[in-house]
């Protein structure tokens, strides 16, 4: 089986564990071989969270600079700075909305150029999808949905082995029950808004 | 029922590597457990935690990782499997005990799991702890994988009571921290209950004891050879060679991937060794003679690759044999599946061109984003104080291991020297004997009972001179919010326990001055620790306000969140002294996000125009 590699990036709090192991999860029920790795010792000090996830029959959790199939980014400016991790041949998902760091408030650097960080996706990679997954997320009753929204994005490209009814049966396993429909609409909602773009 | 309770052999399920591991000592019939937490290994132990409240499991969290490692070394010399818990800088604390513990050996299985950081994701080390077998004289074991991880403990708990010695398990955080589909084993269920027949002339480490127990250890070992020779754990993929390969842990998925994608499986044999310490020493010289040249795979020291080229050495081989060197793996941080492929590649000369990564030197600098203390962390206000207290003094301001070491970082800036948990307060003693300057130090309330008490004896004993500051929020917050002696567990609902005050210790103790201040006070604050600093000899304050994330836990009511309002004339001060992460600029303006203000008030003291007010109303979440 082909192995497929995704990187996930987002800053602490924003949900990527949770959309990691949903993917996890989604890829256990479609009985394909999954391994993951995370680092998040300072997570809920908001700092940047990454994981990496390897589908297929590959025995490494980890995923060197240039080998993601796809990168999964939750906040713009973390997307970029994970353009390490990409080739041309990767596919690009980013959220659009801004959590600009700390260090930009005390002046001690710049939040990149929306549009820029757009046209530079684009030209170094094969695809970007970007979508305002706060927007989406609001739209689905919770903005703390924009992981879900984004999941949506991501399984709409058909680029991992898994299916939707995997993912969606997964969020029901992995998410509080009262919580599930909000995150199940903002799956839709993200699925859709990537067929437009 | 915890997860990891299920009873269901067979069930496949989705589990972090520390879960594994808690969950392969839950299916070798563990019974006592305990650990001091730290990063990566936290999550173990936070399960045996939760595990304990509903099954036979003993668990602690011990004041540090050398009592965690006597309390189970008692318990598994009184027959009751036991393991104990900690990262890699938590075993050189154990260390005293883990030395002699050696000589003694255990009745039942005692596994000791030592978490250990390549590239120090969260740690301020990355020693590689395989040196502490070696040194110990014990044995090592070290899985690749977290489904391999959860076998590995049941294999662990009975190679420690074949031998009678406790056995090292060695893990990277890239086990800890990494998922992986799991197929459940049976549960056995755990013996509570041993006992201790006394047998003093074996157990009491006097000189004439110990000189026949050192002879015991060398003959364990012997034996511990011989079961490594013949291990599942230690096996060769690959047949004829004539390229070797030798790999340890994740360096071994990284190889095993490597040699599928160089597509070079017809010409190598991986030894893969997971029963490391002792090394193999037939199976290494069987597995030479098979080659031409050998490379080792191993993150950190030159463990193997020393002890290969020492075992080729007493067979006679000269076959190259190369691992750490310049223009192939480093001692340096971790390694990547790329990094392995490449470096196997080039040295057995294989043609192999890699993905060419995107160009990055067009990408505009992004501003960093380190971790930040959380916005309402009292960590943030007693800094501030204590920055304001000494204005116009030199200091120097040694710290502690724990969420306020972030107090580093600018514009906080009050650390200025770490070396180990309870460092601060010993180097404080040095700091104030050599220099002419004030010195005040900083000290976590758990790291405080792991190894603050001590250097504070020393200090009153010694009459030295300086100010240390106990930051007690009331939890073990860096690591998870785990408990420690000072908290108060009834409100984590947990009945049966006592608990310790830190006023009380520090009074005992013998300190003159000592000052007890709410760091949100400001004012009151202030004046307080200008009269500690002014004092002459040891004083101590200590800054007493709830960890806001674990307030959140408990659910208690915080504050109401905060706003600038038009009376703002951007002087900063907010910002520029404090850097709450609350704040953000918006149109030139300081602004306070709602969701992420907890209504601490720091910022509306110190603001000059006493612009920043609470919201009347809930707001509603963005």
Not at chain 2, 25 to 37: K, M, R
Not at chain 2, 123 to 152: C, I
Not at chain 2, 523 to 528: G, H, Q, V
Request: net charge neutral; with cysteine.
């Amino acid at each position: 089986m082909n192995v497929t590699r995704l990187i996930i990036v987002a800053v602490g709090g924003q949900g990527n564990l949770l959309a990691s192991r949903v993917l996890g999860e989604a890829a256990l029920l479609a009985d394909i071989p999954v391994r993951m790795s995370e680092i998040h010792g300072m997570a809920q000090r908001g700092g940047v969270v990454e994981s990496a996830i390897v589908f297929g029959n590959a025995m490494s959790t980890i995923i060197s600079d240039g080998e993601a199939d796809i990168l999964l980014g939750l906040e713009p400016s973390e997307t970029l700075r994970a353009m390490n991790k990409c080739n041309p041949d990767t596919v690009v998902i980013t959220n659009l909305s801004p959590l600009p760091p700390f260090t930009v408030a005390i002046g001690k650097g710049q939040y990149p150029d929306l549009e820029l960080v757009k046209s530079i996706i684009r030209r170094k990679t094969k695809k970007l999808i970007a979508i305002d997954a706060v927007e989406l997320a609001k739209e689905a009753g919770n903005v703390l949905a924009v992981n879900m929204v984004l999941l949506g994005a991501l399984i709409q490209t058909g680029i991992l082995p898994v299916t939707i009814d995997n993912v969606k049966e997964a969020i029901k396993t992995r998410i509080k029950a009262t919580l599930v429909d909000i995150n199940l609409k903002a799956f839709d909602l993200g699925f859709q808004s990537a067929q437009r773009d | 029922m915890h997860k990891l309770l299920t009873q269901e052999p067979g069930k496949k399920l989705l589990l972090l590597g520390n879960e594994a591991i808690a969950r392969g000592a839950i299916e070798a019939g563990v019974a006592l457990a305990t650990t001091y937490p730290g990063t990566p290994s936290s999550e173990i132990s936070a399960n045996f935690f939760n595990i304990a409240q509903q099954s036979p499991l003993y668990f602690e969290y011990s004041i540090n990782e050398k009592v965690a490692l006597e309390v189970a070394a008692a318990a598994a010399n009184a027959c009751v499997r036991s393991m104990c818990v900690m990262k890699h800088v938590g075993l050189n604390v154990a260390a005293d005990a883990l030395m002699t513990l050696a000589y003694v050996g255990v009745k039942a299985g005692l596994v000791i799991l030592t978490a250990d950081d390549p590239f120090m994701f969260s740690s301020q080390n990355e020693q590689d702890n395989r040196y502490y077998a070696k040194l110990s004289g014990l044995p090592m074991l070290e899985p690749s994988s977290v489904a391999e991880a959860k076998e590995m403990v049941g294999y662990a708990f009975e190679l420690s009571e074949k031998l009678a010695e406790p056995v090292l398990f060695r893990t990277t955080t890239r086990i800890n921290h990494s998922n992986e589909i799991v197929t459940l084993g049976n549960i056995i269920a755990p013996v509570t209950k041993g006992d201790f027949p006394k047998d003093p002339f074996n157990y009491v480490t006097v000189p004439a004891v110990s000189r026949n127990l050192h002879k015991k250890l060398l003959k364990n070992m012997a034996a511990a050879g011989e079961i490594a020779e013949s291990s599942p754990y230690n096996f060769i993929e690959g047949n004829s060679g004539p390229w070797g390969i030798v790999a340890n842990g994740v360096s071994y998925n990284y190889a095993h991937d490597a040699v599928k994608d160089l597509n070079i499986a017809d010409r190598v044999a991986l030894l893969r060794i997971g029963f490391s310490h002792p090394m193999p020493s037939r199976l290494i010289t069987e597995f030479l003679k098979g080659c031409e040249k050998v490379l080792v795979i191993e993150e950190g020291e030159p463990y193997m690759e020393e002890n290969i080229k020492a075992i080729a050495q007493e067979s006679g081989l000269t076959i190259p044999i190369k691992g750490k060197s310049e223009d192939l793996f480093s001692r340096l941080f971790e390694f990547d599946p790329g990094m392995v492929r490449k470096n196997i590649a080039r040295y057995f000369d294989i043609s192999y061109s890699s993905v060419t990564p995107v160009d990055l030197t067009d990408i505009p600098d992004i501003a960093q984003r380190p971790p930040n203390l959380c916005a309402g962390c009292s960590h943030r206000a007693t800094y501030y104080v204590v920055k304001k207290a000494a204005e116009g003094k030199a200091t120097i301001y040694p710290t502690d291991i724990g969420c306020y070491t972030l107090g580093l970082l600018p514009p906080l800036s009050m650390a200025d020297f770490l070396i180990c948990m309870g460092s601060s307060v010993g180097t404080s003693c040095g700091f104030s004997k050599t220099t002419d300057k004030k010195v005040i130090s900083f000290i976590g309330d758990s790291t405080f009972f792991h190894s603050g008490i001590p250097p504070l004896i020393n200090a009153v004993f010694n009459n030295h001179n300086f100010t240390l500051v106990i930051l007690d929020n009331g939890t073990t917050a860096m690591t998870g919010h785990q408990p420690n002696p000072g908290v108060d567990m009834d409100q984590l609902k947990c009945s049966g326990y006592g608990r310790v005050s830190i006023e009380g210790i520090v009074r005992a103790i013998g300190v003159s001055h000592l000052e007890i201040i709410r760091p949100f006070r400001i004012k009151k604050s202030i004046e307080a620790v200008r009269k500690a600093i002014d004092f002459e000899g040891v004083s101590v304050i200590i800054a007493q306000e709830i960890c806001p994330l674990y307030a959140k836990g408990l659910k208690k009511a915080m504050g109401k969140p905060f706003y600038v309002s038009d009376k703002c004339k951007n002087h900063r001060d907010c910002i520029n002294e404090l850097a709450c992460p609350a704040f953000f600029i918006e149109n030139e303006k300081v602004k306070i996000d709602p969701d992420t203000c907890v209504g601490c008030t720091l910022c509306a003291q110190i603001c000059p125009e006493h612009a920043i007010v609470p919201f009347k109303e809930k707001v509603n979440i963005r």
